[in-house]
C-alpha cells in the first residue's frame, strides 16, 4: 500500500516511490516499476476549494476560522471543469509526442458519477504517442480534490499498463478515513490523525524518519535498517534512548505489545524542561497544542530485519494519541 498526504493506493509490493511533493494542497506523487522496468503511475492533486486561488489578504486567511466561531457554512465551491483540465494535460503530452515525431492519438469517455456514495466525478481517458498511458481525471465532494491519476508506459507495456491500472483505481482513496492519513513508502505502513502535517523528513537507504506537527504537539516515527547488526551492539532500548528525541533518563519503561505482533520498549514521562524549551523552538514559538508529556516505544521485527520507533509530544487533552498511532502501524 502506498500512501503520502491523504491519498492511498495499492499497487505490486516490489513497485518503488521514486518521487513525490511536501505539498498537500497541491502536490504529486510517483511510483515505478523495478528493475529497469518502463512502467510507472503518476498521481497528481489539487484542492478545488484552496485558499490560495484568491489573494492572500488577511480576510482570506482569518475568513475560516470566523466562519467556524459564528457556524456559518463554507462558501460553495465552484465546479471544477473536468474536461477541460484533462484536454490541458492531453495537449501538453500531445506536444511532447510531437518533439518525439510520434503520432499521438488519445480517447476521452463521458463523465460519470462514482464512488461507494457518488462522491466522484470522474472521467476516463487513455493515449498512445512516444509511449502510452492510460488514467482517470475525477473530483471528489468529500474532500472537495481534483485528482488526476494515470499508469504509463512503453507501447509494449499495453498489458502491464491495463493490470497496474485496474487494481490503481480499485484501490485509490483521495482522502482520510476514519481521521486518519496513511503513510506508506519503503516498508513502512502508518496512520497518523489527519489534522497533523509533515514537517519533515529523512529518507536514506537505512534510515528513514517522518516528523508530524499539529501546532506544537509532534509525532516522530522511524525506520532503521539491518537491525540484527544493530543488536548486536546495542538493545532496542539502549539504540532507542541513543536516538529518542530528548533526554529520557528517569523516563518510565514497561514492555508492551506495539500492536504490530511485536513486544517491545515503551518510555514515558513529563517532558522535561529541557525538552519543552526544545519543542518551543521546533514550533516557532507556537503554543497552540503545546505538548507536556511524551510517550515513546521500539520494537524490532524479525521478518523485515528492521527497527521501529514511535515517538508522540503531546498535551494532556491528546492522552491516547501514542496508543492509536501504534496500533495502525504495520512493519510487515
Same mark, same amino acid.
Given at each position: 500500500?502506498?500512501?503520502?498526504?491523504?491519498?492511498?493506493?495499492?499497487?505490486?509490493?516490489?513497485?518503488?516511490?521514486?518521487?513525490?511533493?511536501?505539498?498537500?494542497?497541491?502536490?504529486?506523487?510517483?511510483?515505478?516499476?523495478?528493475?529497469?522496468?518502463?512502467?510507472?503511475?503518476?498521481?497528481?492533486?489539487?484542492?478545488? =476549494?484552496?485558499?490560495?486561488?484568491?489573494?492572500?489578504?488577511?480576510?482570506?486567511?482569518?475568513?475560516?476560522?470566523?466562519?467556524?466561531?459564528?457556524?456559518?457554512?463554507?462558501?460553495?465551491?465552484?465546479?471544477?471543469?473536468?474536461?477541460?483540465?484533462?484536454?490541458? #494535460?492531453?495537449?501538453?503530452?500531445?506536444?511532447?509526442?510531437?518533439?518525439?515525431?510520434?503520432?499521438?492519438?488519445?480517447?476521452?469517455?463521458?463523465?460519470?458519477?462514482?464512488?461507494?456514495?457518488?462522491?466522484?466525478?470522474?472521467?476516463?481517458?487513455?493515449?498512445?504517442?512516444?509511449?502510452?498511458?492510460?488514467?482517470?481525471?475525477?473530483?471528489?465532494?468529500?474532500?472537495?480534490?481534483?485528482?488526476?491519476?494515470?499508469?504509463?508506459? #512503453?507501447?509494449?507495456?499495453?498489458?502491464?499498463?491495463?493490470?497496474?491500472?485496474?487494481?490503481?483505481?480499485?484501490?485509490?482513496?483521495?482522502?482520510?478515513?476514519?481521521?486518519?492519513?496513511?503513510?506508506?513508502?519503503?516498508?513502512?505502513?502508518?496512520?497518523?490523525?489527519?489534522?497533523?502535517?509533515?514537517?519533515?523528513?529523512?529518507? #536514506?537507504?537505512?534510515?528513514?524518519?517522518?516528523?508530524?506537527?499539529?501546532? =506544537?504537539?509532534?509525532?516522530?516515527?522511524?525506520?532503521?535498517?539491518?537491525?540484527?547488526?544493530?543488536?548486536?551492539?546495542?538493545?532496542?532500548?539502549?539504540?532507542?534512548?541513543?536516538?529518542?528525541?530528548?533526554?529520557?533518563?528517569?523516563?518510565?519503561?514497561?514492555?508492551?505489545?506495539?500492536?504490530?505482533?511485536?513486544?517491545?520498549?515503551?518510555?514515558?514521562?513529563?517532558?522535561?524542561?529541557? =525538552?519543552?524549551?526544545?519543542?518551543?523552538?521546533?514550533?516557532?514559538?507556537?503554543?497552540?497544542?503545546?505538548?507536556?508529556?511524551?510517550?515513546?516505544?521500539?520494537?524490532?521485527?524479525?521478518?523485515?530485519?528492521?527497527?521501529?520507533?514511535?515517538?508522540?509530544?503531546?498535551?494532556?487533552?491528546?492522552?491516547?494519541?501514542?496508543?492509536?498511532?501504534?496500533?495502525?502501524?504495520?512493519?510487515?
Amino acid at each position: 500500500m502506498v500512501g503520502w498526504q491523504g491519498v492511498r493506493f495499492t499497487l505490486p509490493p516490489e513497485w518503488n516511490v521514486t518521487g513525490f511533493s511536501l505539498d498537500r494542497e497541491n502536490g504529486h506523487i510517483r511510483v515505478d516499476s523495478p528493475g529497469a522496468g518502463t512502467v510507472s503511475v503518476q498521481v497528481r492533486w489539487s484542492n478545488a =476549494a484552496d485558499s490560495r486561488q484568491g489573494p492572500q489578504t488577511p480576510y482570506y486567511m482569518l475568513a475560516p476560522y470566523f466562519r467556524k466561531w459564528l457556524k456559518r457554512p463554507n462558501p460553495t465551491v465552484a465546479k471544477t471543469d473536468l474536461k477541460q483540465s484533462l484536454e490541458k #494535460m492531453l495537449n501538453d503530452t500531445a506536444k511532447d509526442a510531437k518533439k518525439g515525431r510520434a503520432v499521438f492519438e488519445s480517447q476521452m469517455k463521458s463523465e460519470k458519477v462514482e464512488g461507494e456514495n457518488g462522491e466522484r466525478t470522474a472521467i476516463s481517458f487513455s493515449w498512445t504517442g512516444s509511449g502510452r498511458g492510460q488514467g482517470k481525471i475525477w473530483r471528489c465532494n468529500v474532500c472537495n480534490r481534483v485528482v488526476i491519476a494515470q499508469v504509463i508506459g #512503453m507501447a509494449k507495456d499495453h498489458n502491464i499498463i491495463g493490470n497496474v491500472a485496474s487494481q490503481l483505481f480499485a484501490t485509490f482513496h483521495d482522502h482520510s478515513i476514519e481521521g486518519f492519513d496513511l503513510w506508506g513508502l519503503y516498508d513502512l505502513q502508518a496512520s497518523v490523525p489527519d489534522d497533523f502535517r509533515l514537517e519533515s523528513h529523512k529518507l #536514506m537507504a537505512g534510515h528513514l524518519q517522518l516528523v508530524f506537527a499539529r501546532g =506544537a504537539e509532534r509525532i516522530i516515527l522511524n525506520r532503521w535498517g539491518l537491525a540484527n547488526i544493530t543488536l548486536k551492539k546495542f538493545t532496542e532500548e539502549e539504540w532507542f534512548r541513543a536516538n529518542a528525541y530528548c533526554n529520557t533518563a528517569g523516563f518510565t519503561v514497561t514492555r508492551e505489545s506495539m500492536g504490530t505482533g511485536h513486544d517491545g520498549a515503551k518510555l514515558s514521562a513529563p517532558l522535561p524542561l529541557t =525538552a519543552r524549551f526544545l519543542a518551543l523552538r521546533d514550533a516557532k514559538g507556537s503554543l497552540r497544542q503545546f505538548p507536556t508529556r511524551y510517550a515513546g516505544g521500539v520494537w524490532h521485527c524479525a521478518q523485515s530485519n528492521k527497527l521501529f520507533s514511535i515517538q508522540v509530544l503531546h498535551n494532556k487533552k491528546s492522552e491516547g494519541l501514542w496508543e492509536s498511532v501504534v496500533q495502525r502501524c504495520l512493519c510487515h
